[in-house]
């Protein structure tokens, strides 16, 4: 049987557009010769600061706050997470961050995290956690080819803010890999931070 390619080869695609694609995640990863697997990741942990002062932040602005919209989940839930992580470890946080490597990997990040040992992008969705992780995977491939760094893998999380799911991205094995757990905020705050502290702070003695 011939394989015919489900994108089109003369348009252009923005990472937000794959999200809204009737196909599997597979069959567009198999697109860029990435080959797709749900499982359970063992994902590095740290936890080198107490999450109860972000925990109550958190109650605080869902207090204030209706997170109905993309943006109200992002402002009130997500950016104090990434930000309580940030400054821990000294990194910068790029927000909207730009990728152009061709027309069909082009867009804006959400928020990437080039923290020294490693790398993290996050999508923030407003609902739909299984296509945003296409978007993610997409968004991955294309910092693969953006970014010359020696480290074997990326990791990615998409996130409504009150729930998050991670992945990750063999370099050299063009294999990504969805998490087949599901993590929720504000209940399972101290095993996110403690996953996103141990992809950054990888390598790194705290």
Known sequence: MVKHSILDPTASYSFSQYAALPFDTADILAEFGVTFQSTSLQLPEQQP????????????????????????????????????????????????????????????VDYFIPAPQNVIIIEAKNADLAKGFTQLSVELIALDRWLE?????????????????????????KLIQKDINTYGVPNDLAKVIAILFGITLQGRKT
């Open 49 to 108: 600061l107490d999450p109860t002062p972000l925990s109550h932040e958190l109650a605080e602005n869902l207090a204030l706050v209706d997170p109905t919209s993309e943006i109200a989940r992002r402002e009130s839930l997500i950016f104090p997470v990434l930000k309580t992580v940030c400054k821990f470890i000294q990194s910068p946080l790029k927000i909207e961050y730009s990728i152009q490597v061709s027309n069909q990997l082009k867009g804006n």
């Open 149 to 173: 760094t020696p480290v074997d893998c990326f990791y990615g999380a998409v996130t409504t803010g009150d729930t998050w799911k991670f992945g990750l991205f063999h370099r050299q094995q």
